[in-house]
C-alpha cells in the first residue's frame, strides 16, 4: 500500500530530526558516553565540521524538494522552517568550534547595542534624547539606527532577563553556567538564539501568503523554498537585520495582498506595522513604495481589464491609507516623542557612507553584484530571466507579476543609487530579499511546471554547496 502524503511527511521531518541527532552525538560534548553506551565502545570523534554539513547538504535537499510538490501547504511550510533553522545553525557549527562563533557574532559588532541595552545607563526617554545620547556618549553603531533599534534590544534583555530567559538558557546549555556572574549574559545570549532564529524563518509565512495572492501557489512555495537556502539568510545570523526586518517586510505586504478580503484595515494594520519597522531600521523604505503599489497590481490581477480600471479609485484610496497610517505613527514618534527623524537619517546616511571608503569603484554597481552574490548564483539567475522573459511572455504568470517583477527591479535600483550600503548589502538590503526571490521563483514554477519540485531540490543543493564556500572563503 502507498504512503499517504502525510505519513511522507512524517518520515521526512523524522529523518530531518535523526540526522540532526546523530551529528550532535558525533560532535557534542555528550558524545564519548553516549556512543559508548550505543555501540559498547568508544568510537573516534567526528569533526564537527562533516557532521553539520552532512545535516545541510543531505536532508535539506530532499526536504525541499519534498515541500515543493502539491500537497498542504502548511506542513510543507513548517519542513521548510525547520530546514532553514538546521542550515542556520549547520553553518556556524561545522567551524569546530561549537557555539562559540554565534555567541562571539551576539557580542561583535552590533553587541554594542546589546551591551548598552544591559547596562541601561540613564536611558529613560531615549527617542527624545536620542541624538544626545549617541554624541556624548561614544556610541558608534548606534549612528546607523533610529531610537527604536535599541529599544528591540532593551526588549531582547527584558525577555532574557526573565523566567523565559532562565527556560531559553536550559534549552540551549542544559546546565547552569560555571560562574553566577556568567548567568545573565548566557541567558540573553540564550534569548537571542530563540527568537531571532525563530523570527528569521517565520518570515515564510507573510511572505508566502503575499506571493500567493498574487501569482499563485506553485510560486509562493518556491518563494518560501528560495529563501531558506538564500546565503545571506543562512549567514547573517543573530542580528536584527535577517532576524526582524524580512518578517516585518513580509507581514507588510502580506496585510496588504488580504487587503481586498479583508478591507481597509488591512491597508491601515500595514501602514502602521512598516512605519513601527522604519523607526527600528531605516533599510525598510525601500519596502514603502512597493507597498503603496501593490493594490493597483491586486485589482489589475483579479478583473484582469488593466491597470486603471473602474476599481483604480478603490485602489488608490488603499494606497492613500497605507501612507496616512505609516504618517501618523512617525507622527506621534515626532510630535509626541520629539523624535529628530530627519537628524536621524541624515546621520544614520553619514554613517553608512564613511563606514568603508575602499573598493575604488562606483558602489551603485558593486551594490547590485554584491546583492547577487548573496542571493546565490540560483536566485540571481532566475531572478534576472524572469524579468527579461516577462517582457516577452507577460502572461507567465500574470501581466500583473511582471509589473510585479519591474517593481521590485526599481527599488533596487533606487536603493543602489541612494548609495547607503558598502560591502554590508547582505545586511542592508535583507529586507528586500523575500521580494526578490518571488521573483525568481515565479520563473521556477514555470520550468517546473511538469515536475514540481525536482529542480528546486537541485537548486538547492547547488545554493547550500555554494553557502558553505562563501562562509568559508568570504569575510564578512
Not at 488593466?306 to 501618523?328: Q, Y
Request: glycine share 8%; proline share 6%; with cysteine.
Amino acid at each position: 500500500m502507498p504512503l499517504k502524503r502525510k505519513h511522507l511527511a512524517l518520515v521526512g521531518v523524522a529523518f530531518l530530526l535523526l540526522t540532526a541527532f546523530v551529528a550532535w552525538v558525533l560532535t557534542g560534548p555528550r558524545h564519548s558516553s553516549v556512543v559508548t553506551w550505543a555501540f559498547g565502545h568508544p568510537l573516534p570523534r567526528l569533526k564537527p565540521a562533516w557532521a553539520w554539513a552532512a545535516l545541510a547538504l543531505l536532508p535539506v535537499p530532499v526536504a525541499v524538494w519534498w515541500a515543493c510538490r502539491p500537497g498542504r501547504q502548511a506542513v510543507r511550510l513548517v519542513v521548510l522552517l525547520l530546514c532553514g533553522v538546521a542550515l542556520h545553525w549547520a553553518f556556524p557549527l561545522s567551524e569546530g568550534h561549537g557555539s562559540a562563533p554565534a555567541v562571539a557574532r551576539v557580542w561583535g559588532g552590533h553587541g554594542e547595542l546589546t551591551r548598552i541595552a544591559m547596562e541601561g545607563h540613564d536611558l529613560a526617554n531615549l527617542t527624545a534624547r536620542y541624538e544626545t545620547l549617541v554624541r556624548t556618549r561614544g556610541w558608534l553603531f548606534p549612528h546607523s539606527k533610529p531610537p527604536g533599534c535599541l529599544l528591540v534590544y532593551q526588549g531582547l534583555v527584558s525577555v532574557g532577563d526573565s523566567k523565559v530567559g532562565a527556560l531559553f538558557d536550559r534549552l540551549i546549555y542544559g546546565q547552569p553556567p560555571v560562574l553566577a556572574t556568567q548567568a545573565r549574559e548566557r541567558r540573553v545570549v540564550s534569548t537571542v538564539f530563540v527568537l531571532l532564529t525563530l523570527a528569521t524563518y517565520l518570515t515564510l509565512f507573510p511572505l508566502y501568503f503575499f506571493v500567493r495572492r498574487l501569482a499563485g501557489t506553485a510560486v509562493a512555495i518556491r518563494a518560501a523554498a528560495l529563501f531558506v537556502v538564500t546565503p545571506a539568510v543562512s549567514l547573517v545570523t543573530l542580528h536584527l537585520d535577517n532576524g526582524l526586518y524580512p518578517l516585518v517586510g513580509a507581514t507588510s505586504l502580506a496585510l496588504v495582498a488580504l487587503w481586498p478580503g479583508l478591507g481597509y484595515w488591512a491597508m491601515g494594520a500595514a501602514g502602521l506595522l512598516l512605519s513601527l519597522g522604519v523607526f527600528v531600521s531605516f533599510s525598510l523604505l525601500p519596502l514603502v513604495a512597493l507597498c503603496a503599489g501593490l493594490p493597483f497590481l491586486i485589482l489589475w490581477k483579479a478583473d484582469r481589464t488593466g491597470p486603471w480600471s473602474s476599481d483604480a479609485l478603490r485602489a488608490l484610496a488603499a494606497s492613500a491609507l497605507f501612507i496616512a497610517a505609516f504618517c501618523v505613527v512617525h507622527g506621534i514618534l515626532v510630535f509626541g516623542f520629539h523624535y529628530d527623524v530627519l537628524a536621524r537619517y541624515a546621520d544614520a546616511r553619514d554613517f553608512h557612507r564613511n563606514w568603508w571608503s575602499g573598493g575604488g569603484h562606483d558602489w551603485r554597481f558593486g551594490n547590485l553584484l554584491q546583492m547577487a552574490i548573496w542571493l546565490g548564483p540560483a536566485t540571481a539567475v532566475l531572478f534576472v530571466i524572469q524579468i527579461i522573459r516577462g517582457f516577452a511572455r507577460a502572461h507567465e504568470p500574470t501581466p500583473a507579476f511582471v509589473a510585479y517583477g519591474l517593481m521590485v527591479v526599481g527599488m533596487l535600483l533606487t536603493t543602489t543609487l541612494v548609495k547607503m550600503a558598502k560591502s554590508e548589502v547582505m545586511r542592508l538590503w535583507a529586507p528586500q530579499v523575500g521580494a526578490v526571490v518571488s521573483v525568481a521563483a515565479a520563473r521556477l514554477a514555470v520550468w517546473e511546471e511538469d515536475r514540481p519540485g525536482w529542480l528546486m531540490g537541485a537548486l538547492a543543493s547547488l545554493q547550500i554547496a555554494y553557502t558553505f564556500i562563501l562562509d568559508r572563503f568570504w569575510v564578512m
